[in-house]
């Protein structure tokens, strides 16, 4: 097995075998809250606007998304992992656009298979991975608005290398320190509405979820997490 790490877009578009693109903060680190609240399955699309037509065609459905991590205008939800605590999203249908990891998604064209990846199901990411066991695995770390690379989606990406070599990493110890670097945001006294300091200790939960989000796309070309337990 051959496991490449990749950064940003160029990542993504580089990305071939299986792959996990990786949005700690907080995409989707997200998507396993609302998965885990009872979300029937996520659209992860790239353009806010075609999220917003996507709405108008299906009204019951829930727009969330961001951009420069601000919640978008008229968007139920934003990128907030704190937002979806105590929601019951049974059978509910998220449309979900932001900055970096869904953009990851829609660039990934060369993934033979894709999954979203953060800290909170690292382990059942590698659980899958190795059950695939694959000729390629692509880890690509979105990075921060797709224009620096993000301390927290390479420490996910070699978290999950370590799982597969049987190298092991403190993580749980470079994922509290992150609260010093890139996690510093979310204790800004302005960021609070947006970023509360919630979201840094719920991205940074190592292995709380065990199942993965496989990206499918359906019939009508749209992608869509389906959750796997492993």
Known sequence: MVIRILHLLEGARAARGLTVVIDVFRAFSLECYLTAA??????????????????????????????????LPGFDLGNSPTQAEGLDLRGKTIVHTTSAGTQGMENATGASELLTGSLV???????????????????????????????????CAEYIRSLLDGTPLPVRERAAALRFTSGARFFL???????????????????????????????DGLARTRRIDI
């Open 121 to 155: 199901n690292a382990a059942a990411i590698a659980r899958y991975i190795r059950a695939r066991n694959p000729e390629t695995v692509s880890l690509v770390c979105m990075g921060i608005e797709m224009k620096e690379i993000a301390p927290e989606d390479l420490l």
């Open 38 to 71: 009872g979300a029937r399955e996520i659209l992860p699309v790239a353009d806010s606007e075609v999220a917003r037509a996507l709405k108008a065609a299906h009204p019951g459905w829930i727009l969330a998304g961001e951009r420069h991590g601000f919640r």
């Open 189 to 219: 006294p302005e960021q609070q509405a947006d970023c509360p300091s919630r979201d840094f200790d719920l991205c940074t939960d190592v292995d709380r979820f065990g199942f993965v989000l496989r990206v499918e796309r359906g019939p």
